[in-house]
């Protein structure tokens, strides 16, 4: 099989299960945890493909494993310290885990910071990792009710369980600093990681609705 056939498989597997996502949702019902989880695999081999494409195979990797650990990393750090994000716990809503990490967490840090770096023009590496963490913070605020208030994910240990401030900023900043490290442009924008990233939107915007967050 052709890679332009392997891309388009990947693609159109996440965009089945995508499919199954949204239908769950607006029936306001689930197949488990595990489903979710296959979704942030799809959507991170969709993404990954599209940088391999974008800045070759060898930069492309490694900066998944960068990001995969320093990712981790962070959150771990996190949940046992309570910095960069604020105090918080996750539960046993979102897969298998990895001592106090759901293993699906790196993959979604590397979908969303990758995702948006494939689906952008080239633009200079500092104006790059700066949008990239601005996006990384707005994501993040769009997936916060739907994570908490619909899949409890995690909890927030706040008086209000609500996420304070310094999470936005910790996840504006890791973003920037991944998306610093990143290669450097190379090839042309993709839309199939732009499309993965679309329909996460709508996802969340969706459960919004139908549980009236």
């Known amino acids: 099989m052709t890679r332009a056939r392997v891309e388009r498989a990947v693609f159109g597997l996440y965009a089945v299960w995508m499919a199954v996502g949204l239908a769950l949702t607006w029936r306001r019902a689930a197949v488990g945890p595990w489903g979710d989880v296959v979704l942030m695999a799809l959507a991170a081999a969709v993404v990954h493909l599209a940088l391999e494409a974008r800045w070759g195979a060898g930069p492309a990797r490694r900066w998944l494993a960068l990001v995969l650990a320093a990712s981790a990393a962070v959150e771990i750090l996190g949940v046992r310290t309570g910095f960069p994000f604020g105090a918080y716990a996750y539960t046993g809503a979102f897969g298998?885990?990895?001592?106090?990490?759901?293993?699906?967490?790196?993959?979604?840090?590397?979908?969303?910071?990758?995702?948006?770096?494939?689906?952008?023009?080239?633009?200079?590496?500092?104006?790059?990792?700066?949008?990239?963490?601005?996006?990384?913070a707005v994501f993040d605020a769009l997936l916060e009710p739907f994570a908490?208030?619909?899949?409890?994910?995690?909890?927030?240990?706040?008086?209000?369980?609500?996420?304070?401030?310094?999470?936005?900023?910790?996840?504006?900043?890791v973003g920037f600093l991944l998306a610093l490290a990143a290669p450097r442009d190379a090839g042309r924008a993709s839309r199939r990681p732009a499309a993965v990233l679309g329909s996460m939107l709508v996802l969340f915007e969706l459960a919004r609705f139908r549980y009236g967050i």
């Open 148 to 173: 908490v208030q619909v899949k409890g994910y995690w909890i927030w240990q706040t008086p209000d369980g609500q996420p304070p401030a310094q999470n936005f900023i910790a996840w504006a900043a």
């Open 96 to 136: 298998f885990r990895l001592g106090p990490l759901p293993a699906a967490i790196p993959l979604a840090w590397y979908a969303v910071l990758g995702g948006w770096l494939a689906a952008v023009a080239p633009a200079p590496r500092l104006s790059r990792a700066l949008l990239a963490g601005g996006w990384a």
